[in-house]
């Protein structure tokens, strides 16, 4: 399937992640966070598969997260990989290893995690709902996160990549810029659209110079009181604002 411009998407997104997965292994941060999780190294094997089984299918518009959450893209190696999503909904499933150092109130259980991750089960099923199978959703969508960097505090808390100081979050933001204008100019979608406005100011400023335009969708974590209220049919109008369409109605299942 061609891009809007008549060329040819790229199928390979996993040189991409893996020069983001070096790049970023070299950084070094300080309190308060204390263990970095980097599932690009330790869940490579799925991410890898998600990147080749979902990354060529023609997608128009990149959906681009914030960075892995404890119970989602940091167990399975899928951006808001939810483990009961990614297993029955994207047929995804490899072995997962274990982060070097792990933070003994976030353990790294691969696919036999018994948590759920709220934000991954609404997106993906919002997706579910929306466009019935994978192949029909990534025919017009695909998902990026833009750090794949895990923050957590001493404490079990995450940190977000916003609230690392400034030199800290320079040094991760230009590997992290880079890596999204390369999946961009293989992919050449027409729209990139944050999940969540982090996502959609860090598509605003590292694509400035891309003929694509840019914007941003509410984001589905539990955190967000709006988020609780309806998120599917909230997502699915930001998008409609934001140009993309035709899209299916939501069904809830």
Known sequence: MRSATGAPPSAALWPVARRLRNEVAGLVFGLPVTHVYNPLDYAWRAHRAYLDRYGALGAKVLLLGMNPGPWGMSQ???PFGDVGMTGSWLGLRAPVARP??????RPVLGFACPR????????????????????RFFATFFVWNYCPLAFMEESGRN???????????????LA???ALRDVVSRLRPT??????RFGGER???????????????PHPSPAS?????GWAEQFTAALRREGIGPLPEHRDP
């Open 76 to 78: 399975t190696g899928v």
């Open 225 to 229: 009181p709006a988020a609780n209220r």
């Open 203 to 217: 598509a605003r400023v590292a694509l400035a110079d891309a003929a694509v335009r840019t914007g941003w969708a």
């Open 191 to 196: 729209h990139v659209i944050g999940i969540g």
């Open 100 to 105: 070097a150092e792990e933070h003994p109130k």
């Open 159 to 173: 940190r977000t990549p916003d609230k690392l100081p400034a030199e800290e979050r320079g040094l991760l933001y």
């Open 176 to 178: 992290c810029d880079a």
């Open 116 to 135: 759920r991750e709220v934000s991954g089960s609404r997106l993906w099923g919002w997706a579910r709902d929306a466009f019935t199978t994978p192949e």
